[in-house]
């Protein structure tokens, strides 16, 4: 997907900040849950970044690419529950071409603030290394990947609920 087939990406944006905006009391527990990911994802992103770090520099195949630089509704709820901003896409860049985002050091965007898909695509040589970690680090992070899975459901959950009460037709665009 580039950019221009991005289409809905400004009114997911308008729709998600109105909801926001107008429903703010109501989304307090959407809010929380988001703070509740962004802690969790930066619990995590030591173990994630010492594995990337030794897997990264070397690779061949570098998965890094634009494709997955976009950030989706339910990132789009997330960033806006934090009070951030979904960044600005550059227009013109090819999905296989290296991310946007992608500096000489890696990832130019937090951890907690990447796209989803993003953060959490991890390619057959960074699963291996992943493995081979410790036991007791290896299951600490699979229980955190399922726990931060089930909280941003559960967030996304909840923000729709709301969003039906609030009358906002997601429909065609979620």
Not at 26 to 33: F, N, Q
Not at 129 to 156: A, E, G, N
């Amino acid at each position: 997907m580039n950019y221009s087939e991005y289409g809905n990406l400004s009114r997911v944006l308008r729709h998600t900040g109105d909801m926001f905006e107008k429903h703010g009391q109501e989304l307090i527990r959407v809010r929380d849950l988001a703070r509740e990911i962004s802690e969790l994802i930066e619990s995590m992103s030591p173990f994630v970044q010492h594995n990337t770090e030794a897997v990264c520099p070397s690779c061949q195949n570098v998965c890094c690419i634009n494709l997955h630089s976009y950030h989706d509704h339910r990132d789009i709820v997330y960033l806006h529950a934090l009070g951030e901003k979904v960044p600005s896409y550059k227009k013109g860049i090819d999905d296989v071409a290296p991310c946007q985002f992608l500096g000489e050091r890696g990832c130019m965007v937090n951890r907690s603030l990447r796209p989803y898909r993003c953060t959490w695509f991890f390619c057959t040589p960074l699963l291996d290394r992943i493995r081979c970690s410790p036991v007791s680090l290896y299951r600490r992070f699979i229980d955190s990947l399922q726990l931060l899975t089930q909280k941003r459901q559960d967030m996304m959950n909840l923000f729709l609920e709301i969003s039906k009460e609030g009358f906002v037709d997601y429909s065609g665009i979620l």
